[in-house]
């Protein structure tokens, strides 16, 4: 800028101009290089994993069992456990968050005391270090809610130890703010109008959320959901200590008993095999089935989310 | 919680009242059941209150006896972190010097964000300022599946792949070490940074890039003197929560650092962070011993670090908003 307003020689400005045009291209240059290896590394991260995973995901690999000290074998007790987990994770977690979003959204004054608290919360949870949650999970659920559940029935350790229902439940704390953010923006996607006409028409409030709006709101609702199981079922920090186990010989039958996991089970082959070399190629098989199954999950949830907000867009 | 905004039912139904209306007994039956309901979310709503309350206390409750059980406090307390540069909590004579892993943390950290920061700024400055439709196009979805990949995955890439890249490249002795866990870090934190720093870009008004460009200023000046100044509130924003997430990442570093707790100011040395040295050694620790509260307040620390992080970084979202609604 300062360029053309430089006196002295006739040739300097001129000069400048040319060497600022060259800075500006360098800087422009810059930040597309700066893009380019982001996209060179993920393309690099993901090649590696498709190229060594590919040959070992097979039909068996999917459906039986790891054996030989998980140096041969399938993952298919680390899938099983992987759902139990996720749909556990949902049937807590959803209900709960439309709850709250719809509470935030059509009943909260935004400017009480308590609205506040509770936005301020759902912020902050989102940041809670996973592996935070991971203790919380051991010291709430496992020793507080477990243990005292044992004593009040008269148990010996059923519930008192780590398990599927702690881990989901955990999970479920950790993935609270995805459902509530995403089904709150679905919520302020829904026109005022649609809310005058039901309320004008007599509805309740109630009546107005239960038929007009959470119907409307339904597919940033599934998005919140798909969302959180995607990273629910990345996750492993918050599972260490709460319920997932390095091996079994058999599936979970209640929710009291532990389970394998897909990315638990990427860590132990990663880093407690007794023969690398052996079990490299299950690992990498793992790693890419973890990978389709998050992506799928999260591909799922963009699709649905720019319908969304096409449909949206169109009307306004 | 009771402020479930109760008090404004009523003015809410004499406004909303329909022409039509229900007999009186109905009518009663009808608020009372709307008011439950409302209760009932208000409830859910104070769920997310509560759960951050609970993190809060359960994980404090079991990190409190680090300060005041007698018991804990002479093996694992306050003096026995700062006074030795050892953590060896497994041994005849425990020994929980926390030095090393501050060191450690501090380390892969510095280089994850040395790492992250430029390039995901940069990068979102030209999504924001420079891409070609088609560019961004690419940019964003790499952007977004890089957010997908779960932490494991980085961890395992940069403990199978990376670390042996990386020393080839550097000729280090150790092949895990603070620099490969840093940058593998750096990849995780990418995405957090570019997302915040991209939406704060894109939120500054078109009127200040055009007065940019209408005084002679080139686009590049522009990016640089007009937009970067402008979102300057979201980039600092994206930074901070980059940082807290990198400062709570767990599984990364677990598998990608080698997990020595050494105390050295080299990149090339083997590192141990808070967050690993939780994830490694909880499984084996027996309920209320001195190692289990100090493990415990190493979350605590972790949670005390990142929610401050986490708080000022929501603050200057907060300004960004404020400043942008107002210009």
Not at chain 1, 157 to 164: D, E, H, I, Y
Not at chain 1, 210 to 223: I, K, N, S, W, Y
Request: hydrophobic share 55%; with cysteine; aromatic share 8%.
């Amino acid at each position: 800028m300062s360029a053309t307003l430089a006196s002295g020689a006739a040739s300097a400005p001129i000069e400048r101009a040319a060497r600022s045009h060259v800075a500006d291209r360098g800087f422009t240059v810059l930040t597309g290089v700066c893009a380019l290896l982001i996209v060179a590394m993920v393309a690099v991260l993901l090649g590696d994993v498709v190229w060594f995973g590919a040959p070992s995901v097979t039909w068996e690999f999917l459906s039986t069992a790891p054996r030989l000290g998980m140096t041969a074998g399938g993952i298919f007790p680390a899938l099983f456990g992987t759902a139990a987990l996720v749909v556990l994770m949902v049937v807590a977690l959803v209900p709960f968050g439309v709850a709250a979003a719809v509470y935030l959204n059509e009943y909260a004054r935004p400017d009480a005391a308590f609205t506040k608290a509770v936005r301020f919360s759902v912020n902050n949870l989102a940041g809670v270090p996973s592996i935070v949650y991971g203790l919380f999970g051991l010291g709430f659920f496992v020793q507080f809610v477990g243990r005292s559940l044992d004593r009040g029935l008269g148990l010996d350790v059923t519930w008192g130890q780590p398990a599927l229902i702690w881990a989901a439940l955990t999970l479920a704390l950790l993935n609270l703010p995805v459902v509530i953010v995403t089904t709150e923006e679905a919520l302020r996607a829904v026109p005022g109008e649609m809310r005058e006409a039901s309320l004008a028409l007599g509805a309740t409030r109630w009546q107005t959320v239960r038929h007009v709006l959470l119907p409307q709101a339904m597919p940033g609702v599934l998005t919140g959901a798909i969302l959180s199981i995607a990273r629910g079922a990345g996750e492993v920090a918050p599972i260490l200590f709460t319920g997932a186990a390095y091996f079994l010989p058999y599936l979970p039958h209640s929710p009291a008993d532990q389970f394998m996991e897909l990315g638990y089970h990427v860590f132990v082959l990663a880093t407690q095999s007794p023969d690398v070399e052996a079990t490299r190629p299950l690992l990498y098989g793992t790693v890419l089935v973890l990978l389709l199954l998050t992506f799928s999950l999260n591909l799922a949830a963009i699709l649905l989310r720019a319908r969304l907000r096409a449909r949206l867009s169109g009307r306004s | 919680m009771s402020a479930a905004g109760v008090p404004s039912v009523a003015s809410r139904d004499a406004r909303d009242r329909p022409a039509l209306r229900p007999s009186p007994g109905r009518q009663l039956v009808r608020r009372w059941r709307e008011r439950g309901i409302e209760a009932v979310l208000g409830i859910a709503a104070a769920g997310a209150v509560a759960g951050l309350l609970l993190i809060l206390v359960f994980v404090f409750r079991e990190a409190l006896p680090v300060l005041f059980d007698p018991k804990v406090r002479g093996e694992a307390g306050l003096r026995a972190f700062l006074s030795t540069p050892v953590w060896q909590p497994v041994g005849d004579v425990p020994k929980y010097g926390i030095a090393p892993l501050l060191g450690g943390t501090f380390k892969v950290v510095v280089v994850a964000m040395l790492f992250a920061t430029p390039l995901a700024v940069l990068a979102a400055l030209f999504a924001s300022e420079f891409a070609t439709p088609r560019a961004r196009e690419t940019l964003k979805p790499a952007i977004e599946m890089l957010a997908g990949i779960p932490s494991v995955v980085l961890g395992f890439f940069a403990l199978m792949v990376q670390a042996s890249w990386l020393q080839a490249l550097t000729g280090s002795s150790m092949r895990l070490n603070a620099l490969n866990a840093g940058i593998a870090l750096g990849l995780g934190v990418i995405p957090v940074i570019f997302t915040v720093c991209e939406d704060a870009m894109r939120a500054v008004p078109r009127s200040y890039r055009e007065a940019s460009l209408a005084l002679g200023a080139s686009r590049a000046q522009t990016a640089w003197h007009v937009t970067l100044p402008a979102a300057g509130a979201g980039v600092s924003a994206g930074v901070l929560l980059g940082l807290a997430r990198a400062v709570g990442e767990t599984m990364i570093v677990l598998m990608a650092s080698g997990n020595a707790a050494i105390v050295s100011g080299s990149v090339f040395d083997s590192a141990r962070t808070l967050s690993a040295s939780i994830a490694a050694e909880l499984a084996e620790v027996v309920v209320g011993s001195p190692h289990w509260a100090a493990l415990f307040f190493l979350g605590a620390l972790l949670f005390t670090v990142t929610f401050t992080l986490n708080v000022i970084a929501g603050a200057f979202v907060g300004r960004l908003r404020k400043r942008l609604a107002g210009g």
